[in-house]
């Protein structure tokens, strides 16, 4: 039971994010889309560290360059989400209230894809790997 009531609250996390989102492109103040490009980011940064789970064992207690390298692209990643909007805002082509609605979006979604990660991270019967 205590699965599904993570499930629950890492949907109604994510739900919030990209409303957030929405919000910076839709309201009639702002009324831009390009926002909207920051959901490439919410879709790559996963895949660095899943494509690392999958080919590193977990055996040795050092760290690994697969997973450190996985680590280091993610951050890349996710710094690029949170830099996008503000190079749109600087650029003009967004006002600044949506950059902060984007960027409110952005730090409730990333963190609702580290929480879905630290809940079903371990390999465990409970783990996302079964999925």
């Not at 492109?25 to 879709?43: G, H, K, S």
Request: overall charge neutral; hydrophobic content about 55%; proline content about 4%.
């Amino acid at each position: 039971m205590a699965g599904i009531k993570a499930l629950i609250s890492l949907s109604f996390g994510g739900a919030i994010g990209l409303m957030f989102l929405m919000l910076g492109c839709a309201l009639p103040l702002y009324n831009q889309y390009w926002p909207l490009f920051v959901l490439f980011f919410y879709v790559l940064s996963p895949i660095p560290y899943c494509i690392a789970r999958r080919l590193v064992d977990d055996t040795d207690a050092m760290s690994n360059a697969c997973k450190e390298l996985a680590i280091f692209l993610t951050t890349g990643i996710v710094v690029s989400a949170f830099g996008l909007p503000i190079v749109f805002a600087r650029a003009q082509l967004i006002q600044w209230g949506a950059c902060a609605l984007v960027l409110t979006g952005n730090t409730v979604i990333f963190a609702t894809i580290l929480g879905f990660f630290l809940v079903f991270g371990s390999n465990d019967d409970f783990s996302w790997q079964q999925w």
